[in-house]
């Protein structure tokens, strides 16, 4: 049975740094696509940032370019999603989820407030 599982949210600071951690069962997240989406309230689903499984392509939205990093760690079996000068706006549940299976996580709130 494939699962999904997204842990490390919480509350932070404006201009602080976070990092969600997606783990699976299952499955070998490095043979894998994986993506990482985030739904704030009031507001549709959004793509944040994707992975490929094996070349490792990568790809963000436009408004967290240069603040997010999304990386394996192929011995733990984990996509990380490193978030650094998080702003009030990044504010939502983010979920992380394997295309190739439909396998998506029951997410993990992030909160930036001072």
């Known amino acids: 049975q494939v699962q999904v599982v997204e842990s490390g949210g919480g509350l932070v600071q404006p201009g602080g740094s976070l990092r969600l951690s997606c783990s699976a069962s299952g499955l070998t997240l490095s043979m894998y696509g994986t993506t990482w989406y985030r739904q704030a309230p009031g507001k549709e689903r959004e793509l944040v940032a994707t992975i490929t499984g094996g070349g490792d392509w990568t790809n963000y939205a436009d408004s967290v370019k240069g603040r997010f990093t999304i990386s394996r760690d192929n011995a733990k079996n984990t996509v990380d999603l490193q978030m650094n000068n998080l702003k009030p706006d990044d504010t939502a549940v983010y979920y992380c989820?394997?295309?190739?299976?439909?396998?998506w996580g029951q997410g993990t709130q992030v909160t930036v407030s001072s």
């Open positions: 989820a394997v295309s190739a299976f439909n396998a």
